[in-house]
Each structure stands twice: as C-alpha cells, then as structure tokens.
C-alpha cells in the first residue's frame, strides 16, 4: 500500500533525528498538522520535542530537519521555521498527482471492511405518543453514525428498542376506552401515533382533575397521586395486561399497530431506518437469569425482603436495586437482558446506546455491573450521551403546547424551505412535483445540517429560521454549491473525461481545495473513531466554502487553455461526489439543480 506524504514525512523525520542528532525519536511523537493560513506551506510538524535530541533553538533545529527533507523528498519544493513549527510546501505536481491518481477515482473516501461488527441503538419510542424533537436529535444521530461507520470500515446493525409496555401505554388504552367511542386514525383522519397521543394527554388532563380533587378533600399530593381512580384504574390494566387477558392483549396490539404506522411515516419522511427491532413487551422479563448467575458468583446479594442488590459505592457508585423483593424486574434487569440478547443475536465487537444524557448515570451502572457479570463484550459497550434541543420561545407551538412533535416541525421546515427558496427565484422551470421534492429536501437538509453539525454532548438551540440561510454554515448553503458545480458540470458538458495532462501549475484556490478534499477519508476515520456526525457535517462545510472561493477566483469553462478547464472540470466533479457522499452519510439529501 502507497504511503501518503504524511507518513513519508513522519518516517523521515524520524530517520533526520536518528541521522542527525543520534536519537531515537519515536513516530507517535512526531506531530504534523496543517499549515495555518497566514504561513507559507501546507503541512506544519512540531519541533519542540526534537530539540531535546538536537540541543539547539527550535528554529536552528527546523532548518536542519528542512535541509534532510529537501534532499530526501522531491515533492518538498521550499520550508521555513516559525519559532518551533517547520512549515513545509509541497510542489504542484505533487498535488496535481494526488487528485488524478487518488482523489478523482469512484469512492474515493470509503474505508476497506476492518472485519469488525458494531450495532448502533437508536429512537427507542414509547408507544403512547408521537415522537418529538429530542427524537429527532436522536434519529439523526443514531442513523448517521451507523452510516459514517460502515463507510469507515465496519459491519454496522441498526437496532431500535421500542418501550411497548408499562403504565403509559396502559394510560392511553384506559382512556380510549373511556371516551374514544371507537375512535380510529382512518374514522378521525389523524396519524396514529397523534390519536394515541391525544388520548395520553386526555388521561393526564383528567388524572390531574382527580388529584385536584383528593387534595381538595383533603389527602397530600403525594396520597392524591396513588389514590386517583383513573391510575389505580390504568394500574389494574396493567397487571390484566400481564396477566395476559385476552380483551387487553387485544386492545394493546390495536393501538400499537396504529402507532407503529405512524412512526414508519415519520421515519421514511425524516429518512432513517432500522435493521432489527426489539419490542421490550418481548424483553422485559430477560434479565432474570443474569441475575440468577450474578448471585451464584457473589455479583449480587440478596436482602432480608428478598430483593436483589449490587453494591458499587466502592466504584464511586451506589447501591442498585436488580430485581424487587417479589421477583418482577426492574428496569435495569430488562436492559442487563436485552444487552445479552443482542451480542448473542449479532455478536458484535462494539454495542452503542444512543441515548439523552439524562441516562448518563444509568449506563454507567448498567456496563459496569455487566463487567463485573464477566462478560467479555462489555468493553465494547458505549453510551452515545447527547444533550437536549431547545427552541427560540415562540417559534413554534405544538398542539399540546409543551413538546414540539416531528410531525409538526417537519411541516414548518417544508414550508419554510418553500417560502425562503421563492423569494430568492431559484424555483424557474421547476415542474410541481420537482418543486416539492425540493422544498422536502432542503426543509429536512437544514434541520438535519443543524442539529449534526454541533458536537452530540453539547445542548443546542435550534432556529428553524436561521437553519434555512443559504449564504451561513448551513445546510441549504451547501445543498446550494452541489448545485452550483453540477449547473457548471451541465453547462461545460461534462462526461467524466479523462484529464488530458498533468498540470504542473496550480492556482492557490486549487491546490487548497485538492489539499481539503485528499482529508475526506481520514474525516471519515475519525468521525467514525469519536461518534461525530458533526466532524464530517463540518469538514463538508469547509470544502463547499473551499469551492466557492476557486469558483469565484479561477475561470472554469473559460479558461484559456484546454487542459486547465478540463482539469477544473474534473475537479470540481470531485467536488461535488465528496459532498454528496458526505452529506448521504449525514442522512442528507443534495439536489441536482436549484
């Protein structure tokens, strides 16, 4: 395998040092990094820590390991020493072999296979209402780090573990059954998963009129809560529903089949998918022999109530309660099960749990205890923590008023995209049905580019306005540029030719956007090694911002010489393949015209 010009540059500085100065500098010491623009050069390596080998100043010691360099590198043409940093050009011949050998090729950018196996968890629903925008977040998120996975390399399962059961579901088949009079998505003309919403907020308006009313009469809030006819009520519904009554199993089946419809829509529209599901109505009661052989190691201990406990307060933890005095689970119990069921389903390297970080504490315990379990994948297991997205006051109103569902912030992108793309006129000769296409693609293109271009772990405030800006670090701003080099790719009839010469010149613009795009694969590699979408969301930004600047600078279709604008062409092919690779990986669609 050819080696890149880093790694020539990194094994002969080694050998200057050895050469030299006598020393034995390890490679994973040598820092390079690219050249700060107000410098001379494109790749900087770090001086400092040779200084100790050669016992001169740093820059009397980058001038030594330039001179090397130059006489063992034929692609260095000049370098200069800043205080500690060698800052070091590369001819244009070398960039121009670069992008016809490498960067120009099909599927320039994707990893070969690394033989590992990964599964991505992501959405995990409750089936009592529709999904929001914190689902969003982690749809997005989830689907676009499987994908940025498998173009690094791996072997990627994309898991979803929906919350079918419990109290909340029982919540909204209670209150169906009291004042619903039959009422069904096709009957009512609402998606599914609205109908079942509506009648979850229903329960909790009535719930909270009962608790009103207990208090009134005297009972505290807390006794007012467990009293409540319609909980106790929605209590018993549960354990029939445990019990497996046939009218509630019914029922439940019915208004999950609804749901799940509705959610299905809101995927395909928000473009995510799912390899496997899991159904926790199916894995709530796993779990238990885990905590059976955990009790048999000494893992666990077992209290007076017969309770089943872990200590971890000499982990810097707590004491967790595994399984309750009466043998039902727990919610950890289920996930120690379900954590099982997937490594014996796919046997995976790695597991990732795209999870709000509200859970944060939860899976410390939960990969902890399996390490202490003796599992040998538990090392592979990660919580994918990300923070909560906040709207501007205002904005945008749900139909209950608190949370914004996806539906409805759907709705507002499409038709911001709409009316911010028909006050600029980029709709001329568009068909109606290419219009809407557009209109989709852009709305969910801006809130996409959005919400994956801050790092997960940072909460975010999203501007549904701001996000669709054509000219700022957005989305729409990039969907723009794909366009703008596939109009010049139309105009200049363009059809993968071949470039005639290697150009031994190059205009500054293009060999700083053949330096950004040679970057794409090992974006790609460690965007996939730190579960960042918004690595590679920002990699893809610098490069459309890169191509608007040789685009205004360099003549393309004009240029004088024909082999000059048949290398631009091809240039900006390159271009626009990466974008378009790069924002597929983020779940993003581009257009073909604007």
Request: hydrophobic share 35%; with cysteine; aromatic share 10%.
């Amino acid at each position: 395998m050819t080696q890149t010009i880093q790694q020539q540059l990194i094994h002969h500085i080694k050998q200057a040092v050895k050469t030299l100065f006598d020393g034995d500098l390890p490679e994973g010491q040598i820092t390079l990094q690219e050249t700060r623009k107000e410098f001379e050069g494109q790749l900087t390596a770090v001086i400092f820590p040779i200084t100790r080998f050669s016992r001169k100043s740093p820059e009397a010691t980058g001038e030594a390991i330039g001179q090397y360099l130059m006489q063992h590198l034929p692609e260095i043409t000049s370098f200069n020493t800043i205080k500690g940093f060698l800052n070091i050009s590369l001819s244009d011949t070398y960039w121009a072999t670069l992008f016809t050998t490498h960067i120009s090729a099909e599927g320039f950018g994707r990893l070969p296979s690394n033989g590992r196996k990964l599964l991505v968890e992501y959405s995990s629903p409750n089936t009592n209402k529709p999904l929001h925008l914190g689902h969003i977040r982690n749809n997005l998120l989830g689907y676009s780090v499987a994908e940025i996975l498998k173009a690094s390399g791996y072997e990627v399962t994309k898991a979803n573990l929906v919350n079918d059961r419990g109290i909340h579901i029982c919540k909204s088949m209670l209150a169906w059954q009291r004042w619903g009079n039959g009422e069904t998505p096709e009957g009512s003309g609402m998606k599914g998963d609205h109908l079942v919403g509506k009648y979850y907020v229903l329960f909790d308006q009535a719930y909270k009129k009962e608790i009103d009313a207990l208090k009134a009469a005297g009972q505290s809030e807390e006794e007012a809560k467990k009293n409540a006819p319609l909980i106790r009520d929605a209590q018993e519904l549960l354990r029939r529903w445990e019990a497996g009554d046939p009218e509630v199993i019914t029922l439940w089946k019915t208004m999950n089949g609804w749901v799940y419809q509705g959610f299905e829509e809101t995927y395909q529209r928000l473009g995510v998918d799912f390899d496997q599901y899991y159904y926790e109505s199916d894995t709530y009661l796993l779990g238990k022999d885990l905590i059976k052989e955990g009790l048999d190691k000494g893992v666990f201990y077992r209290k007076e109530d017969q309770s089943v406990w872990i200590d971890l307060t000499a982990d810097g933890l707590d004491e967790k309660l595994v399984l309750r005095g009466d043998g039902t689970s727990v919610y950890i119990t289920q996930d120690l099960g379900t954590a099982q069921l997937k490594y014996d389903d796919f046997g995976v390297d790695e597991s990732i749990y795209v999870v709000g970080n509200e859970q944060d504490y939860h899976f410390k315990v939960l990969f902890l205890i399996l390490k202490k379990l003796g599992k040998s994948w538990a090392d592979g297991l990660f919580h994918l923590s990300y923070g909560m997205v906040d709207l501007p006051s205002g904005k945008m109103k749900s139909r209950e008023g608190t949370v914004v569902d996806a539906d409805d912030l759907m709705d507002e992108m499409e038709d911001t995209a709409r009316k911010r793309t028909e006050e600029l006129g980029k709709t001329e000769g568009l068909a109606a049905t290419e219009k809407a296409h557009l209109y989709h693609i852009i709305g969910m293109g801006a809130l996409k580019y959005f919400l994956l271009k801050v790092e997960p772990k940072k909460r975010l405030l999203f501007d549904p306005n701001e996000s669709i800006d054509f000219q700022g670090h957005t989305g729409p701003f990039i969907q723009y540029t794909h366009a703008r080099i596939k109009s010049v790719l139309t105009k200049g009839d363009y059809g993968s030719q071949s470039i005639i010469e290697l150009l031994t010149v190059l205009a500054p613009a293009e060999r700083d956007l053949i330096q950004l795009l040679g970057n794409y694969p090992a974006v790609i590699e460690s965007a996939a090694r730190e579960f960042s979408p918004a690595q590679l969301a920002n990699y893809i930004y610098d490069v459309a911002k890169q191509y608007n600047k040789f685009y205004h600078e360099e003549s393309i279709l004009k240029a004088e010489d024909g082999n000059v604008r048949d290398f631009r062409m091809n240039l900006s092919a390159a271009t626009a393949r990466v974008i378009a690779d790069g924002m597929k990986l983020l779940g993003i669609e581009v257009p073909e015209r604007m």
